[in-house]
């Protein structure tokens, strides 16, 4: 499988077992509480494929793995 390149990752950051994202990618929002459980966050870090929903703008990331800082993601995003 071809790696995935960085400009498709993006940090996050997990607090009291709730995922943030210190800005949204698609519409900038500042301190943005995702939807992604820590039971999805783990599938994730196996690479299996979850989907984040964004609360600020309604987009949608998808998520291909996660590792302890970043996700890897489908789409450029920086």
């Not at 210190?22 to 690479?47: F, H, I, M, W």
């Not at 970043?70 to 995003?77: D, I, N, P």
Request: hydrophobic residues 35%; charged residues 25%; glycine residues 2%.
């Amino acid at each position: 499988m071809k790696p995935i390149p960085f400009d498709h990752t993006w940090p996050y950051e997990k607090q009291m077992g709730d995922i943030y994202l210190a800005s949204c990618p698609y519409c900038s929002t500042d301190n943005v509480l995702t939807n992604l459980s820590s039971a999805a966050l783990g599938r994730a870090k196996e690479q299996v494929k979850v989907r984040v929903n964004m609360p600020c703008c309604h987009k949608t990331m998808i998520v291909l793995e996660a590792d302890e800082d970043y996700f890897w993601t489908t789409e450029k995003l920086r």
